[in-house]
Nanobody
Framework: QVQLIESGGGLVQAGGSLRLSCAAS????????MGWFRQTPGKEREIVAGIGSSDNTWYIGSVKGRFTISRDNAKSTVYLQMNSLKPEDTAVYYC????????????WGQGTQVTVSS
């Protein structure tokens, strides 16, 4: 069982930056694939970025070059650095974990609100 707690959301002007953190419980954090998702009202939740156990990363096209996902296994924490924020980045952001070979993300945080004003 893994518990995830996000922090770092808030209100920022367009062009600004925020860093989200997600602290995980458990001793096997390094084995998990971690993802950051976001959701706005009336829309499907979408994955924004992910990082594997080998620090391989991936991003959706709309955030490439602006967002950076990273992890610190010693602290059991995954981060999402968000730069050059746009109003369309406004959403509730969730971190999630899955343990290979499972394909589904089984563990979710409670979410943190990110609001970007124009």
């Amino acid at each position: 069982q893994v518990q995830l707690i996000e922090s770092g959301g808030g209100l920022v002007q367009a062009g600004g930056s925020l860093r989200l953190s997600c602290a995980a419980s458990g001793r096997t954090f390094s084995k998990y694939v971690m993802g950051w998702f976001r959701q706005t009202p009336g829309k499907e939740r979408e994955i924004v970025a992910g990082i594997g156990s080998s620090d391989n990363t991936w991003y959706i096209g709309s955030v490439k070059g602006r967002f950076t996902i990273s992890r610190d296994n010693a602290k059991s924490t995954v981060y999402l650095q968000m730069n050059s924020l746009k109003p369309e980045d406004t959403a509730v952001y969730y971190c999630a974990a899955r343990q290979p070979p499972r394909a589904s993300y089984d563990y979710w945080g409670q979410g943190t609100q990110v609001t970007v004003s124009s």
